[in-house]
């Protein structure tokens, strides 16, 4: 135990590695920025001012947004989505697969899941023990399950996910404005410096090489940056992009897209004077998310139950759905459709009465 204990310290020391790189980069590109080219190179005191202050807001914001994507604890599955310790007892002890879905079945049947595995069956983390909800996913290097996950960034050392995926969004944002703000403004003292129109100082070093890392980091952060656009347009996370999510009626990749507006919404939040913030404002609690629906109109469809024999249906009207709650199904269809799963896996009998489920549109 003790050998496996230090190997995980170790790794997790060496995980900042990426980190303080990037804070040992932002704090020279500060210094040669603010001392070496606006004290020292620039004669015009007018344009040190200007400079200053559109650099320091940049630089704040940067810096802002950096530091809640890396201290931002990714979000974890609720403890309803534990096993009961009976179930959970009875699920270890079983060694048949198809024994250990059924109570996986029976354990969801009150919870709000409409995704599933590519083979149909309920999405189940046997390292964290818990029923993963919709997008969901198990990050390795945190060891832990994650909402919403994206992926794990090694530049903030943390899962990206629901809790900080807005963080990173304007985390690339921020840093792209920082370095061409950087590479625009130094451009012209670049050129001086390179042509030998202003003396060999201790700045040229500075402004040389501030030009050519702002460059590099801007051509890498662009290409990032306009991905991760794409897939908030298409309201998508990095998995999702590869591996589409798999419903009841089978996978779609753009099962939770919403429309361009809404998808940006889920995202940014609804008030759009948060947006540029480094504030937590994406909507929902991470467990559940909105999604397309299969029916064709989802807000007047009902529940109707069809007893046998001839016996009067019992119409269930479902609830309208709004824009923050527009689910495949509701809680309560989700639960006559595990109930259904159930009664024919493992509750099949003789009875004379049967009761069908389906769904129908009013006109």
């Not at 080219?37 to 940067?62: A, K, N």
């Not at 149909?120 to 996950?149: E, F, N, T, W």
């Not at 960034?153 to 950087?182: D, E, H, M, R, T």
């Not at 639960?335 to 799963?341: F, L, V």
Request: hydrophobic share 40%; with cysteine.
């Amino acid at each position: 135990m003790a050998p496996t204990h230090v190997l995980r310290c170790c790794q997790r020391g060496l995980a900042w590695i990426p980190v303080i790189f990037i804070a040992l980069v932002v704090c020279w590109s500060y210094y040669a920025y603010v001392v070496e080219l606006c004290i020292f190179t620039i004669p015009s005191i007018g344009e040190q001012i200007v400079y200053m202050i559109c650099f320091h807001l940049f630089f704040v914001m940067f810096v802002w947004s950096y530091w809640k994507t890396i201290f931002t604890k990714p979000a974890n599955p609720s403890k309803e989505f534990c096993l009961p310790k009976v179930e959970k007892e009875r699920y270890e002890k079983e060694e048949r697969p198809e024994s250990q879905q059924d109570i996986l079945w029976r354990a969801a049947t009150s919870l709000p899941l409409y995704t599933r595995t590519g083979a149909g069956a309920i999405r189940y983390c046997d390292r964290c023990q818990v029923i993963k909800p919709d997008r969901c996913h198990h990050c390795s290097a945190c060891d832990m399950c994650v909402l919403k996950m994206d992926h794990h960034c090694p530049w903030v050392n943390n899962c990206v996910g629901f809790s900080n995926y807005k963080f990173f969004i304007l985390f690339l944002a921020y840093s792209l404005v920082y370095c061409l703000f950087i590479a625009a403004t130094v451009l012209q003292y670049f050129i001086k410096f390179w042509t030998n129109e202003l003396p060999d100082t201790h700045a040229k070093f500075h402004v040389l090489f501030l030009f050519f890392v702002a460059a590099m980091f801007c051509i890498s952060i662009l290409s990032l940056f306009s991905y991760h656009l794409w897939l908030v347009g298409k309201n998508r996370s990095t998995i999702e992009a590869f591996r589409a999510p798999v419903f009841r009626t089978g996978s779609d990749k753009n099962g939770f897209s919403l429309g361009f507006r809404k998808n940006i919404a889920q995202v940014f939040g609804d008030q759009k004077k948060y947006w540029l913030l480094p504030v937590f404002t994406s909507q929902g609690d991470g467990l559940t998310f909105p999604a397309r629906l299969v029916s064709a109109d989802a807000e007047q469809a009902t529940v109707t139950l069809h007893p046998e024999p001839n016996k009067s249906a019992a119409e269930v009207p479902a609830s309208p759905l709004n824009d923050s709650q527009n689910r495949l199904l509701s809680n309560d269809q989700h639960a006559n459709n595990i109930t259904e799963h159930l009664a024919n896996n493992t509750l099949k009998s003789d009875e004379n009465e049967t009761i069908t489920i389906s769904m129908e549109s009013e006109s």
